[in-house]
């Protein structure tokens, strides 16, 4: 994997032990995703990072703008037969949100997902009240499959 260069100095860069440490360092969780406050503890943090880097069927990055972590991006569940995946965000703190940089994170890993892994769908679902992410969601092509009492589940589909 390599990194991927976007616009407003952000780079999606393969996640590695000490970005995840920043990444986790920062991260404040969302109301509109969670309720229960994040609380980082080295120890957990590094179980969590050898149980997913280990996941082959997994593409993860951190979000990094200069030398700052503010956020990870990721596919898992991916299907190289099926040609399936689902993508998941998340930026660290408020103070990132509402930039334009889901957007950009989201396109960027569409195309990442397509020309790359050769995916023809991807997956992605957010919690009913997680209105910011669906609306970006659909901004970046996803289309609203259906919902159940807890999630709202979307596809994009390779044109
Ligand atoms: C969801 C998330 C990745 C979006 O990234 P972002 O950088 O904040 O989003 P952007 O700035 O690119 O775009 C935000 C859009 O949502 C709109 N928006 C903001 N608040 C909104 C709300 N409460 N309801 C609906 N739309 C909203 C903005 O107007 C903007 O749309 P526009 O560009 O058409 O004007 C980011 O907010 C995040 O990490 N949130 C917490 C984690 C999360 O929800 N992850 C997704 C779960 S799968």
């Known amino acids: 994997m ?4 976007l616009e ?12 995840y440490h920043k990444e986790r360092m920062n991260y404040i969780a969302d109301p ?30 951190a979000i990094v703008q200069n ?16 040609k399936t995946a689902v993508l998941s965000i998340a930026l660290t703190q408020d103070i990132h949100k509402g930039k334009g940089y889901g957007t950009v994170v989201e396109k960027k890993m569409l195309e990442y997902g397509v020309n790359q892994l050769g995916l023809q769908i991807v997956y992605a679902d957010t919690v ?21 009492s807890d999630f709202i589940y979307y596809e994009y589909t390779k044109n």
């Open 128 to 148: 009913l009240r997680n209105t910011r992410s669906q609306h970006v969601l659909e901004k970046v092509g996803f289309k609203y499959i259906n919902e159940d």
């Open 2 to 5: 390599e990194i991927i260069i």
């Open 8 to 19: 407003n100095s952000i780079k999606l860069i393969p996640m590695t032990s000490e970005l």
């Open 67 to 82: 030398t700052n972590v503010i956020g990870n991006v990721y596919y898992k569940n991916i299907n190289f037969e099926k």
């Open 32 to 61: 509109m995703m969670c309720d229960i406050p994040y609380v980082y503890d080295r120890e957990n943090a590094q179980k969590d990072f050898d149980k997913k880097i280990h996941d082959k069927n997994r593409r993860w990055f």
